[in-house]
């Protein structure tokens, strides 16, 4: 496919333009990149992107995209079918994934709640969360929402489609990263990491601990 013209260039770059994160300048050097490199290259583009939009598609299980429904993760027989983590988007799934720690089942939103802009309750797939939660292998759902104003705005509104359930709901630890240095933290990471502290001495088993069991003595992080 070559250009013709200067209008089917500015269609190219209109497309490119729609695409997350791209400007006009970087949709305009994208299309001439395009134009420039052999033509099996930029077709082999095209062809992938037709290709996946005809194979993939979110599993019926845990809304996550994928190629088999259900997809692998939600197959895999090895995977703990009791818990269920509650992700914003495919990424963070992946992101989840990546450090085989968790070896329950998922539900992706697909989006967060957003106000400013314009995204209510029913971008959530929350009738499906709670069909889905609601399969009598699942004892816990685990809100993995970002902790940031929208991810917690997020996580109220599953509580909340959660609470006529029988199942534990839990929420992802938050506070210092590791690796990091509490002098270099700001003030949240340090409230959410004393909000969230738990007993030492040897590492939390996903079923050792509930809020209750917490020590009572609740001093103040300024009493130091
Ligand atoms: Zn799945």
Redesign the pocket.
Known sequence: MTARGPERLEALVACLERLPGIGPRSAARLAHHLLRVPEDEALALAEAIAEARARIRP?S??R?P?EVD??P??ADPTRDGRVLLVVETPRDLAAVESTGAYRGL?FVLGARLSPLEGVDESALDLDGLRERAARSCVTEVCIGTNPDLEGDGTALALLDALSSLPVRVTRLARGLPTGGQIEHQNASAIADAFEGRREAGRRRSPESRSPESRSPESRSPESR
């Open positions: 599993c299980s845990c996550a994928a259900p997809c993760t939600c998922y």
